[in-house]
């Protein structure tokens, strides 16, 4: 509660519009799939799936993930390790797709929140801007499930399931972005 010139207490969320809560939630659909990946990658590096299509034979016999290629998936993002991908399956697309993904969710945890925080009142601006935290909990939350899940398919549509899973959040605020505003607060106080 909040109190008003004349000491009157008045809410904090009095100011807000259902149409506020609208544009917050689409951007931070998005923390979703930044949650979801960053929480996805290093469960699909353990999988069946992933190590049958991207694994080498070990000492022991089991398939396993060098420590050559878990570097370079790591860390795609620098065009030296990008130039050392030679050897695999569909490494070149999978690295293309990493290196996307990297830059999408750089994008994102900076863009969501400050989006929140310009279209907010005042006193909401730290709800706003700060709902990304619980959107990314929830994006990691299902990550691990989807992981879980897949744990036992040792068929290539294991891994690559929860990878395309990602961008689900990603076409959910691609489709709802236009119906929000692109300038901040006077569109969104009286509507």
Same mark, same amino acid.
């Given at each position: 509660?909040?109190?008003? #010139? +004349? !000491?009157? =207490?008045r809410s904090r969320f009095q100011g807000a519009s259902r149409w506020l809560w609208?544009?917050?939630f689409v951007y931070a659909l998005s923390d979703i799939g930044y949650g979801y990946?960053?929480?996805?990658?290093g469960s699909v590096q353990a999988l069946p799936s992933f190590l049958h299509c991207f694994g080498e034979i070990? #000492? +022991? !016999?089991? =398939?396993?993930?060098?420590?050559?290629r878990?570097?370079?998936m790591n860390s795609v993002i620098w065009g030296g390790k990008l130039?050392?991908?030679?050897?695999?399956?569909?490494?070149?697309?999978?690295?293309?797709?990493?290196?996307?993904?990297?830059y999408t969710t750089g994008l994102v945890t900076t863009c969501a929140p400050t989006y929140g925080a310009d279209i907010s009142p005042a006193p909401l601006r730290s709800i706003c801007s700060g709902a990304m935290t619980f959107f990314i909990a929830l994006g990691?939350?299902?990550?691990?499930?989807?992981?879980?899940?897949?744990?036992?398919?040792?068929?290539?549509?294991?891994w690559r399931t929860i990878c395309a899973m990602q961008f689900m959040p990603a076409v959910v605020v691609i489709a709802l972005a236009p119906l929000t505003p692109g300038e901040p607060l006077s569109h969104l106080l009286d509507i």
């Open positions: 509660m909040a109190l008003t #010139e +004349n !000491g009157v =207490r609208f544009c917050v990946d960053t929480s996805m990658f070990g #000492e +022991n !016999g089991k =398939r396993k993930l060098g420590t050559g878990t570097s370079i130039a050392d991908f030679r050897n695999g399956r569909n490494w070149y697309a999978f690295a293309i797709g990493r290196t996307i993904a990297y990691q939350i299902w990550a691990n499930a989807m992981s879980r899940g897949f744990v036992s398919v040792e068929s290539a549509s294991g």
